[in-house]
Nanobody, 127 residues
Framework: QVQLVESGGGLVQAGGSLTLSCAVSGRTFIIINMAWFRQAPGKEREFGAGIGWNDDTPYYADSVKGRFTISKDHIKNTVDLHMNSLKPEDTAVYYC????????????????????WGQGTQVNVSS
């Protein structure tokens, strides 16, 4: 099992910055990919950013590219999402997710491709 706990959410003004952190514990050696998803009220959960657990290649949705940066720390076992130039449309619950399937040929961006999820952290961006 893998446990994921998000933190760092809150209220920020448009144009501001916020960093989310995902604490990863349990059987971390089985993790292949990590990602941040988000879900706005009334909308489906969507991929935001991801990174391979054993490599540093980042992946970003077009909506956050150039504004968000994903990073990981194997010493602390955390995956962070650094969010800059925040917009009101970034308001959502942000979820950390882990994928343990080693057979994927492309980086997973769909909800069903992830096996473990955190409880989510709320981000509100005011205009």
């Amino acid at each position: 099992q893998v446990q994921l706990v998000e933190s760092g959410g809150g209220l920020v003004q448009a144009g501001g910055s916020l960093t989310l952190s995902c604490a990863v514990s349990g059987r971390t050696f089985i993790i292949i990919n990590m990602a941040w998803f988000r879900q706005a009220p009334g909308k489906e959960r969507e991929f935001g950013a991801g990174i391979g657990w054993n490599d540093d290649t980042p992946y970003y949705a077009d909506s956050v590219k150039g504004r968000f940066t994903i990073s990981k720390d194997h010493i602390k076992n955390t995956v962070d999402l650094h969010m800059n130039s925040l917009k009101p449309e970034d308001t959502a619950v942000y979820y950390c997710a882990a994928d343990i399937d080693p057979k994927k040929m492309v980086f997973p961006t769909r909800v069903y491709e992830y096996d473990y999820w955190g409880q989510g952290t709320q981000v509100n961006v005011s205009s």
